[in-house]
């Protein structure tokens, strides 16, 4: 059982920052930001592999946001600056164990354990 709990939302005016952090329990391969803006999808945000460190972000926050892990502290951030009244969603983090032959992406359908979300509001 994998258990992740986020932190870090807030309200902040269009140009800010907010740091979001994730602490997860137990075994994970992959790990994953997402969001959901009110009447729209869960969308991936970005990943990080948990033995490499290596990164994924999609194109709308690239530039603006950085994903990063402490593994002494089994936690994943997710540092957003820049921000922009579209990022207004609710946040979640999640985790993967190992699947062969995938990559580590922000896939929701890869996904199986997931946090209650954080919500981040940006107002312009």
């Known amino acids: 059982q994998v258990h992740l709990v986020e932190s870090g939302g807030g309200s902040v005016q269009a140009g800010g920052s907010l740091r979001l952090s994730c602490v997860v329990s137990g075994y994970d391969n992959c790990m994953g930001w997402f969001r959901q803006a009110p009447g729209k999808e869960r969308e991936g945000v970005g990943s990080i592999e948990t033995s490499t460190s290596t990164t994924y972000l999609v194109d709308s926050v690239k530039g603006r946001f950085t994903i990063s892990r402490d593994n002494a502290r089994n936690t994943m951030y997710l540092q957003m600056n820049n921000l922009i009244p579209e990022d207004t969603a609710m946040y979640y983090c999640?985790?993967?164990?190992?699947?062969?032959?995938?990559?580590?992406?922000?896939?929701?359908?890869?996904?199986?354990?997931w946090g209650q979300g954080t919500q981040v509001t940006v107002s312009s």
């Open positions: 999640a985790s993967r164990g190992f699947i062969a032959g995938v990559s580590c992406r922000p896939r929701r359908s890869d996904f199986g354990w």
